[in-house]
């Protein structure tokens, strides 16, 4: 690809450099080979299979996994089922609480451990899942801990009933974090689960099984059964399944919400997104380049809710692009473990593959490509920061969703035709504000159609506030109390 | 009609009011062309399809426009184009509008009643119905600024943001309007939905067509905005598909469909994601019929300066 040339107003070619700060692994405790979690206990698979999880940023395996099948996910109904009808549903509310609090405080007591394991098997840099992902994930165990016996309090009028088990799907961007966002408000409402981590990043699941079991969880409440595709489907299919929580594509989503047509299973789906994050002529520039840069390549733009289009106001767009530039000439690509590491490695080879698909094709639509100059290292799956210019509303990298650290920039001249180019996407999951006018963020916000605004800010969670979208970015809410609605039973 | 209209003349004319010697007049009655309610106008199915609609003694009362998929697309259209506007009046003025559709049926009820009766109800049915009709607009008036308060939160992120969600309305929903209870059914199916924001396109119950587009005469004549609730008649079973697999609909609301309906209802909402929505697990008077087409959307914003 060749690289545009830019004019630097910063001076990058000095000799200095940061040496390598890596975060030591000596101290993290990994078997080499992980099998299924049921009823409590770690058992080997029927299928009798198991697949290698490896490191995306060295292409070196890191452990064998246990490879579910039907029979597999049988078993783990089942004692969902079971521990549901003689365990969980039986226990006083407070007690269920108690359990959770304790998860929320040994995952906060190993969250060094679980953060190198979860930058070593998915590829993130330590300092995003060691100040996000695995604090996160214990805060909402906590959040949610709290809520097991004030549920009369949630919904007005209503007396709530647990659904019963829960089938979960998660995607391999945020492993724990998402396993918490569906463990946490499932047990807090009383249900049992059966969750599925992605079969790219299915390591601190696992280790959070380990935690279960510390815990003394009575048996059967959570199952962690590790596979692809197609142990999905045996969770999506199985008739001993009350309600499925997916995360992860569109697509996906669309062939489950078919599959669960007929049934009486409950589900939410938090899927795809294309986000707008815009930028006003009234914009503190240098915070919303950063809120830029944070919006797109953080987790290395492997977010459903990135901030992967970016509009920005006609008169202010040579500017912002230029300071844009810099700064990302400014990151660092490089080893997940070390704590300087900005943009980690990419997930898999296929992700990589398929950035680099949607990225040539971008490219051949007349679309204008301009990446970082970053060194990379030589193993594993990288790719530098991408920035696209002249495209359209219309072309591919605008409208499909790239999952990688791409970004569209397209400008606009008016709040009105912004606001129509945000919304003109089957998408609906989120978008960012920079304008330092309160009345044009409260106009702007009440017009997207997205789930999550974030207004001169991006990409920030939290357990109390409520995550998921519109239109085809899915149906239901994580987080907070709306958190709650999709694990009971109004009837 | 014939005799109705005889009836109510000699009543008329107990008051003295009508001259006796039209009482002896047989007359012929004007009898009404029922067309279809889309975008604040009456047009004809553009299909030119219609159905005979008998009453109870097997006499064609009217010849009911069965509308097409093309009518059904005119009518999206048009919901798509006003639900903007709708959605960004404030809660008072929806409420005031909905009340007035209320007060302008409490106007119509003899009319109602007599329809329902024309369709095989009993006049005391009938008349608990209009009744209950009336009332259950009143109750979602009532709920239009509140809803927005019960289902809000204010939510205490641990960093330094200013941190809330709320309701907003999922978009476009058609509804099938349940096959039992001409007026209550198109009410309790139509009203959680438009109280929030939401535009609608109604496919009436095939029994019940009269009433349906009656009411849409009560929607004309209160203020509420054309195209916000569009009603479609003819044969329920054909919109069944077309109604949801649109690609610009947001929601669909049902609530008697049999199991394999249902079931293609669900299978076609997951073309775009589609909200399928089964009010027969809501009871009539409910929020949660409200909230079960709306979508909470959070904002952040930092706090400093």
Same mark, same amino acid.
């Given at each position: 690809m060749k690289k545009q040339s830019v004019a630097p107003s910063l001076k990058f070619d000095t000799k200095w450099s940061y040496a390598p700060a890596p975060e030591s692994a000596d101290h993290i405790q990994l078997k080499s080979q992980y099998e299924l979690f049921i009823n409590g206990k770690f058992v080997v698979p029927s299928s009798g299979k198991y697949f290698d999880t490896i490191n995306p940023a060295t292409e070196k395996k890191i452990a064998l996994v246990?490879?579910?099948?039907?029979?597999?996910?049988?078993?783990? /109904?089942?004692?969902?089922?079971?521990?549901?009808?003689?365990? $969980?549903?039986?226990?006083?509310?407070?007690e269920r609480g108690k359990y959770l609090f304790r998860i929320a405080r040994i995952l906060q007591e190993k969250a060094r451990e679980i953060a190198i394991i979860e930058s070593i098997d998915g590829g993130k840099p330590i300092r995003e899942s060691r100040d996000m992902d695995i604090p996160l994930a214990a805060a909402?165990?906590?959040?949610?801990?709290? $809520?097991?016996?004030?549920?009369?309090?949630?919904?007005?009028?209503?007396? /709530?009933? %647990?659904?019963?088990?829960?089938g979960q799907i998660i995607p391999w961007n945020f492993p724990l974090l998402m396993a918490a966002w569906k463990i946490a408000p499932a047990l807090a409402a009383g249900n049992t689960v059966v969750l599925k981590p992605a079969e790219t990043t299915p390591l601190t699941a696992l280790k959070l099984a380990e935690i279960f079991q510390e815990a003394d969880l009575p048996p059967g409440v959570v199952n962690i059964i590790t596979g692809a595709g197609a142990t999905g489907a045996a969770i999506v299919n199985h008739p001993g399944i009350d309600k499925i929580a997916f995360t992860g594509s569109t697509d996906v989503g669309k062939i489950i919400q078919?599959?669960?047509?007929?049934?009486?299973?409950?589900?939410?789906?938090?899927?795809?997104?294309?986000?707008?994050?815009?930028?006003?002529?009234?914009?503190?520039?240098?915070?919303? /380049?950063?809120?830029? /840069?944070?919006? =797109?390549?953080?987790?290395?733009?492997?977010?459903?809710?990135?901030?992967?289009?970016?509009?920005?106001?006609?008169?202010?767009?040579?500017?912002?692009?230029?300071?844009?530039?810099?700064? =990302?000439?400014?990151?660092?690509?490089?080893? %997940?473990?070390?704590?300087?590491?900005? =943009?980690?490695?990419?997930?898999?080879?296929?992700?990589?593959?398929? =950035?680099?698909?949607?990225v040539k094709a971008g490219i051949n639509e007349g679309g204008e490509c301009w990446q970082s100059s970053c060194a990379v290292p030589s193993k594993g799956y990288w790719y530098r920061p991408t920035l696209f210019t002249k495209v359209a509303q219309s072309s591919s990298i605008v409208q499909k969703e790239i999952f990688g650290p791409v970004l569209a920039i397209q400008t606009f001249r008016t709040v009105e035709e912004v606001i129509e180019?945000?919304?003109?996407? %089957?998408?609906?999951?989120?978008?960012?504000?920079w304008t330092d006018k309160g009345s044009k963020i409260f106009k702007v916000s009440s017009k997207l159609r997205a789930g999550v605004i974030w207004a001169n800010t991006y990409n920030k969670f939290d357990p109390t506030s409520p995550f998921g979208g519109y239109k085809e970015s899915g149906m239901g809410r994580e987080g907070g109390l709306h958190g709650l609605q999709p694990y009971i039973d109004f009837n | 009609m014939e005799t109705k209209i005889k009836k109510t003349l000699a009543a008329s004319n107990g008051n003295g009011i009508t001259k006796p010697h039209i009482e002896t007049v047989s007359?012929?009655?004007?009898?009404?062309?029922?067309?279809?309610?889309?975008?604040?106008?009456?047009?004809?199915?553009?299909?030119?399809?219609?159905?005979?609609?008998?009453?109870?003694?097997?006499?064609?009362?009217?010849?009911?426009?069965?509308?097409?998929?093309?009518?059904?697309?005119?009518?999206?259209?048009?919901?798509?184009?006003?639900?903007?506007?709708?959605?960004?009046?404030?809660?008072?003025?929806?409420?005031?509008?909905?009340?007035?559709?209320?007060?302008?049926?409490?106007?119509?009820?003899?009319?109602?009643?007599?329809?329902?009766?024309?369709?095989?109800?009993?006049?005391?049915?009938?008349?608990?119905?209009?009744?209950?009709?009336?009332?259950?607009?009143?109750?979602?008036?009532?709920?239009?600024?509140?809803?927005?308060?019960?289902?809000?939160?204010?939510?205490?992120?641990?960093?330094? +943001?200013?941190?809330?969600?709320?309701?907003?309305?999922?978009?476009?929903?058609?509804?099938?309007?349940?096959?039992?209870?001409?007026?209550?059914?198109?009410?309790? +199916?139509?009203?959680?939905?438009?109280?929030?924001?939401?535009?609608?396109?109604?496919?009436?119950?095939?029994?019940?067509?009269?009433?349906?587009?009656?009411?849409a005469e009560v929607l004309h004549a209160s203020d509420l905005p054309g195209g916000v609730i569009n009603i479609l008649t003819g044969n329920r079973k054909e919109f069944i598909g077309h109604a949801s697999s649109h690609m610009d609909v947001n929601a669909i609301v049902f609530s008697d469909l049999d199991p394999s309906d249902k079931k293609i209802v669900q299978v076609n909402s997951a073309l775009n994601v589609k909200r399928a929505v089964d009010y027969s697990k809501e009871p009539v008077m409910s929020p949660y019929r409200i909230l079960s087409c709306q979508e909470i959307k959070t904002t952040w914003h930092p706090m400093g300066i």
């Open positions: 246990a490879d579910a099948n039907a029979a597999d996910v049988d078993k783990a /109904v089942k004692a969902a089922r079971s521990a549901y009808d003689k365990t $969980w549903s039986k226990m006083p509310a407070a909402h165990f906590f959040y949610y801990a709290g $809520w097991a016996d004030k549920m009369e309090y949630a919904f007005p009028g209503r007396t /709530v009933k %647990p659904l019963g088990v829960a078919k599959a669960l047509a007929g049934t009486d299973k409950k589900y939410t789906l938090e899927l795809g997104g294309k986000a707008a994050n815009i930028i006003f002529e009234d914009a503190a520039i240098d915070q919303a /380049v950063e809120g830029i /840069v944070n919006g =797109i390549f953080f987790n290395q733009g492997h977010v459903c809710c990135a901030g992967s289009r970016l509009f920005v106001q006609e008169n202010i767009a040579d500017l912002v692009l230029r300071k844009l530039k810099d700064r =990302i000439e400014t990151l660092i690509v490089g080893d %997940p473990l070390d704590k300087n590491t900005d =943009i980690g490695a990419i997930n898999s080879k296929e992700q990589l593959n398929k =950035i680099k698909s949607l180019k945000a919304n003109n996407t %089957p998408f609906g999951l989120s978008g960012g504000i | 007359r012929i009655d004007v009898r009404k062309t029922y067309k279809l309610y889309i975008d604040g106008k009456f047009p004809r199915t553009e299909s030119g399809r219609f159905s005979p609609l008998k009453d109870m003694q097997g006499n064609t009362i009217a010849n009911i426009c069965r509308a097409s998929r093309k009518d059904l697309r005119d009518a999206i259209v048009s919901n798509r184009k006003v639900q903007e506007d709708w959605s960004k009046r404030s809660a008072y003025n929806k409420a005031q509008i909905i009340y007035r559709i209320a007060e302008t049926l409490e106007g119509r009820k003899a009319q109602f009643i007599d329809v329902l009766v024309q369709q095989g109800y009993t006049s005391a049915i009938a008349k608990n119905e209009v009744n209950a009709s009336i009332d259950l607009l009143v109750y979602y008036a009532g709920w239009s600024d509140k809803y927005i308060q019960i289902f809000s939160t204010v939510n205490p992120v641990e960093s330094a +943001h200013f941190n809330f969600s709320y309701p907003e309305p999922t978009g476009i929903v058609t509804i099938l309007a349940p096959q039992a209870d001409a007026l209550l059914g198109i009410i309790s +199916h139509v009203a959680p939905v438009i109280i929030g924001g939401n535009t609608c396109t109604l496919v009436a119950a095939d029994k019940f067509p009269l009433t349906a587009i009656d009411f």
